[in-house]
Structures are given as structure tokens and as C-alpha cells.
């Protein structure tokens, strides 16, 4: 039972750069993986970057590897997304995930595994 709060999204142009704020409230935020997925018009909700409970160990889809950051700061209980380069195809409504278990060894991309969400920010970039 973990509260998930997402900000930062807005719209910008192509080339630009946003970055989105997750913050949690609930549960011990510091052992439990944390995830980015998006939602464009039309599309299933698909995986965008994940960071584990060390916050050492991350992964990421490969449309947005080399352009997004994703990090975190356990005193203050956020998970970050840094997204520079933006594209018209990263229009989307971006959600913040945590993991349903605590100190996961290897990442995982599977929605099923993360058992909270926030309520998405969109992000918009036009060309």
C-alpha cells in the first residue's frame, strides 16, 4: 500500500527536455525497485526505464536509451526520469511504478511485478 505522486510532465518541442518527479509515500521506499511506463494515444502501456532498491542498477527500453536518466533519492523518496532529446514518439501519459516486492536482484520490465501506480503526467512534444 504505497501512494504514488507524478509531476513535471507539460508540453515541449522536439529536442527538449523534460524532467518527471515520482514521489512515494507508504512503505519503505529505499528496498523496493522503482519504474517509468508510458501510454501513448492508441498503445498498450509499455515499459520505459527501471531502477533497482540500490538505485546502482538500471534499465531501459531501447527507444529511450542514450536520452532518458532515470534515478533516485531515497531520503526523499522520489524517483526521478531525466528526458532530454525528446521525440514526438515519446508522447505519452507517463506513470511511476514500485515494485511489489522488496530488494529485487534483476531488473524487471513486467507490469505484473510492480503492484502500485501513480496516476500518470502526460508529456507532449510537438515537432
Known amino acids: 500500500q504505497v501512494q504514488l505522486v507524478e509531476s513535471g510532465g507539460g508540453l515541449v518541442q522536439a529536442g527538449g527536455s523534460l524532467r518527471l518527479s515520482c514521489a512515494a509515500s507508504?512503505?519503505?521506499?529505499?528496498?523496493?525497485?522503482m519504474a517509468w511506463f508510458r501510454q501513448a494515444p492508441g498503445k498498450e502501456r509499455e515499459f520505459v526505464a527501471t531502477?533497482?532498491?540500490?538505485?546502482?542498477?538500471?534499465y531501459y527500453t531501447d527507444s529511450v536509451k542514450g536520452r532518458f536518466t532515470i534515478s533516485r533519492d531515497n531520503a526523499k523518496n522520489t524517483v526521478y526520469l531525466q528526458m532530454n532529446s525528446l521525440k514526438p514518439e515519446d508522447t505519452a501519459v507517463y506513470y511511476c511504478?514500485?515494485?511489489?516486492?522488496?530488494?529485487?536482484?534483476?531488473?524487471?520490465?513486467?507490469?505484473?511485478?510492480?503492484?502500485?501506480w501513480g496516476q500518470g503526467t502526460q508529456v507532449t512534444v510537438s515537432s
Open positions: 511504478a514500485a515494485d511489489s516486492r522488496p530488494l529485487r536482484q534483476i531488473p524487471t520490465m513486467t507490469q505484473s511485478d510492480f503492484g502500485a
Open positions: 507508504g512503505r519503505t521506499f529505499s528496498s523496493y525497485a
Open positions: 531502477i533497482l532498491w540500490g538505485g546502482r542498477i538500471t
